[in-house]
């Protein structure tokens, strides 16, 4: 956690499962010595219920736990396209979703957790097409994982995401774990979360509002503060960042529109109006990068 002009920065694995090597329980611990603040704990439909630990047992002081569940429904192809949503303390059981497709799960979870973070998951694993994607986002989807296909560094969906964005799906970027064994702890990166406070409802409303960073796993630079601005031609996109060797400012397609460096901690880039969207990438060093959110330019 980290303060920030009056809200905090919280550091969350915001796609976490129950591995059996260690129980959430045993490996909190773990997570609070790499920094941690959350994380979302997600089940499965086919995991038994009675092993799921009560709402709020996990949580203790320092350390929120977010129960959530990662549920599959059909898509157009007829594949299992996996979705994130939290909150939802028990899965919907696949009794029930073996025959939905995707809008008909939509249908339920907003009957069954209104207002629901709801994550487009692994999109990488190409379960997901376009169409399937747009009738996410039309149907409340609000985020989008970034990890790569398998455990490769650097291969993330960045080209999908700006493919995204460019047809005016807007979705925020988030990178996590997916832990299913322990020594993938670590693996891919994580979230940093900008909230009032370290507790459910201001994790999942900062996460809706896109007030979140992804970072990849050993990136060295950290973001103090990012402005979107409106996305009208002339606001600015600002972004303060220590341990930054440059910022790169991204537009339709994921081209280039600006290469900046930090000066005193800050890059800043003048939206001309043409971008139908701008995101930014932070690098370190190494070339590690933290990826923060787009802002759409021009649709008001």
Not at 24 to 50: C, H, N, S, W
Not at 205 to 226: D, I, K, W
């Amino acid at each position: 956690m980290r303060e920030a002009q009056g809200v905090k920065w919280y550091k969350g694995d915001i796609h976490y499962h129950e591995i059996k090597q260690a129980p959430v329980a045993e490996t909190i611990p773990m997570l609070q010595a790499r920094g941690y603040d959350f994380v979302i704990l997600e089940y499965k439909d086919m995991e038994p219920v009675e092993m799921i630990p009560p709402q709020g047992s996990l949580t203790r002081a320092g350390f929120l736990v977010i129960h959530g569940s990662e549920q599959a429904f059909r898509s157009r192809a007829e594949k299992w396209a996996h979705l994130s949503i939290a909150p939802n303390h028990i899965p919907f059981p696949d009794t029930e979703t073996d025959h939905w497709h995707l809008p008909d799960g939509f249908d339920k979870i907003g009957e069954r957790i209104p207002r629901a973070l709801i994550r487009i998951n692994h999109p990488a694993d190409r379960r997901w097409t376009i169409d399937d994607i747009r009738d996410a986002v039309a149907r409340g989807a609000r985020m989008f994982e970034l990890n790569p296909e398998g455990q490769e560094r650097f291969d993330f969906v960045l080209p999908l995401w700006d493919q995204v964005l460019g047809q005016g799906m807007l979705l925020y970027g988030a990178l996590s774990t997916d832990i299913h064994h322990i020594s993938q702890m670590g693996r891919c990166g994580w979230v940093e979360v900008r909230a009032e406070r370290l507790e459910q409802w201001a994790i999942l409303e900062a996460m809706r509002a896109g007030e979140l960073v992804a970072v990849e796993e050993g990136c060295e630079a950290r973001v103090a503060e990012v402005s979107r601005g409106s996305g009208d031609a002339g606001s600015e996109y600002r972004v303060a960042c220590d341990g930054a060797a440059e910022v790169r400012f991204i537009g339709q397609g994921g081209r280039l529109v600006a290469t900046v460096s930090p000066v005193n901690g800050v890059a800043r880039y003048r939206i001309r109006g043409d971008e139908l969207y701008v995101r930014a990438e932070i690098e370190d060093a190494a070339g590690r990068k933290v990826y923060t959110q787009p802002v759409m330019v021009g649709t008001r």
